[in-house]
């Protein structure tokens, strides 16, 4: 049976952040939090399962230009290969810089630097957004006459690179920190800090930001998170947070050509107030502080439940009928928002815990074609209108220790 083996990066991945974890403990620093890991891996976790249905696309436009529009007949050989990454990693900067400078690039590009720790799990901060308008820059490419196949191959590569850029438990490491983007170079790309702001923006080559007069070196120590820190663990919130901020300030912007100067502005220019309006608007939190082993236990549940399906999910994806995989994904992404309403302590968690299980109920019904589930959904439904409010309250008991969120 055919299977996808790419799936096996995730334990591989997963076995590397434990590693971590393990010596950060060892060595008594505070390196990884509960919230901060949920949410970094929930961000990871959506970006793996929408590229699953997104690849295929990526590849077919990759091939399209190559076939109509090359510039050149490229061959693979050991030289090509090399251009290729040299290339791949050229663009790289340019569209990663311009993702820091222009606020519609930003407002995909912000959801990976909104940690406030640094860690291997802060690789996974990658939005399905962001490949979109990656794959706008590495379109270039195929054009020159790169085909798909070895563009695709070297992306891969160039992917797996930074994740290992992601920790505060490696130094700098002599001469390389010459060559290649080491953690020490990353570490001040996601710093805070006024004097490392829109510096490093390589991904596997350093010379680009000394070429181009965007390097500093690693000397005061780095911290990490937005200039103005999010402190928000919603999946949502941190998704399109920056998003409804632009468009709410494009909206109040009178005139085409200044609304269209915002959209491709700095980030420095959207209205930094907006933000504290929308939170005020959309994000109610509990004022219920939620410690109980219960309650990281519910979350860590669900969490390794999901990675577990992604992990089926990749390894056996030519074999899932497209409307398994269609529910299969609709089910993971309800479980990442709602594990993020969970740390949030949103009010209409109980709401996206019946959504999963009316999905779930879906899946059985779809796969076994029993008549009788659909009566028992009937009468679920029922108890489920009648007993809500019983429901809630041991609920909300179970979970935070109160019959309800103040």
Do not use: C
Request: no cysteine; aromatic share 16%.
């Amino acid at each position: 049976m055919d299977t996808n083996w790419l799936a096996y990066a995730i334990p591989f991945f997963l076995a590397l952040i434990g590693l971590e974890y393990w010596l950060t403990k060892r060595q008594g620093k505070a390196y990884f939090h509960f919230n901060e890991t949920v949410a970094n891996l929930s961000t990871g976790i959506a970006e793996r399962l929408l590229d699953v249905f997104a690849a295929g696309l990526i590849y077919g436009f990759y091939d399209y230009l190559h076939q109509r529009f090359a510039l050149f007949a490229i061959r693979p050989t050991v030289w090509s290969w090399v251009a290729l990454l040299l290339v791949t990693d050229f663009v790289w900067y340019w569209y990663h810089r311009l993702g820091h400078q222009v606020n519609l690039f930003w407002a995909a590009h912000v959801v990976h630097h909104q940690s406030e720790e640094f860690n291997f799990t802060v690789s996974a901060r990658i939005t399905v957004f962001q490949a979109i308008i990656r794959t706008g820059f590495w379109s270039v490419l195929p054009i020159l006459g790169f085909p798909a196949g070895m563009i695709t191959t070297i992306l891969l590569v160039h992917g797996l690179y930074p994740f290992f850029l992601h920790t505060r438990t490696v130094g700098k490491l002599g001469w390389l920190e010459y060559v290649l983007v080491t953690p020490s170079h990353h570490r001040v790309h996601h710093a805070n800090n006024p004097q490392y702001l829109d510096k490093n923006y390589g991904d596997v080559f350093i010379i680009w930001d000394k070429l181009f007069g965007t390097f500093a070196e690693e000397t005061d120590e780095p911290t990490y998170g937005l200039t103005k820190q999010l402190k928000s663990h919603s999946f949502l919130w941190q998704q399109f947070h920056f998003l409804l901020e632009l468009l709410v300030a494009v909206w109040r912007t009178p005139g085409f050509g200044p609304k269209l100067k915002l959209l491709v502005g700095r980030p420095d220019t959207v209205d930094a107030g907006i933000r504290a309006e929308l939170e005020a608007r959309l994000l109610q939190r509990s004022t219920i502080v939620a410690n109980r082993g219960r309650f990281r236990g519910y979350v860590l549940g669900q969490l390794v439940g999901v990675l577990l399906i992604l992990f089926v999910f990749l390894l056996l994806e030519q074999h899932i009928p497209g409307w398994v995989q269609a529910l299969t994904a609709l089910f993971m992404l309800l479980t990442l928002i709602n594990m993020g309403a969970l740390l949030e302590q949103r009010r209409w968690v109980l709401n996206l815990e019946l959504a999963r299980l009316l999905v779930l109920w879906g899946l059985l019904y779809a796969a076994s074609g029993v008549q009788m589930l659909i009566v028992l959904a009937y009468i679920g439904g029922l108890s489920w209108w009648v007993y809500q409010t019983t429901i809630r309250r041991y609920y909300f008991t179970f979970l935070y220790g109160s019959p309800r969120l103040a």
